[in-house]
């Protein structure tokens, strides 16, 4: 059985920082296009990274700067770094992994407030 786990998430001021992680069992990340995605409520799903197998990166312009994907195949978990925190950046952050399959985590609560 497959299982996406995220974590990191929670309360954080304006310009600071957090990382979320990714955690995969039941498949080998090395094979699957990693996304992060973010969804506030009332609102579509927003691609904000990804990172494919060769680890090539691309992020949307809300974040580019302020946000870099990772991935540790040996440790089988991917990785967000966001730095800079806007009040704009609290919402739902869901990982996603791609390959012929697509596999998504519960997701991690991210709040930016003073």
């Known amino acids: 059985q497959v299982h996406l786990v995220e974590s990191g998430g929670g309360l954080v001021q304006p310009g600071g920082s957090l990382r979320l992680s990714c955690a995969a069992s039941?498949?080998?990340?090395?094979?699957?296009?990693m996304k992060w995605y973010r969804q506030a409520p009332g609102k579509q799903r927003e691609l904000v990274a990804t990172?494919?197998?060769?680890?090539?990166?691309t992020y949307a312009d809300a974040v580019k700067g302020r946000f870099a994907i990772s991935r540790d195949n040996a440790k089988n978990t991917v990785y967000l770094e966001m730095s800079g925190l806007k009040p704009d950046d609290t919402t739902v952050y869901y990982c996603?992994?791609?390959?012929?399959?697509?596999?998504w985590g519960q997701g991690t609560q991210v709040t930016v407030s003073a």
């Open positions: 039941g498949i080998i990340l090395d094979f699957y296009h």
């Open positions: 990172i494919s197998t060769g680890s090539n990166t």
């Open positions: 996603n992994a791609v390959s012929k399959n697509s596999y």
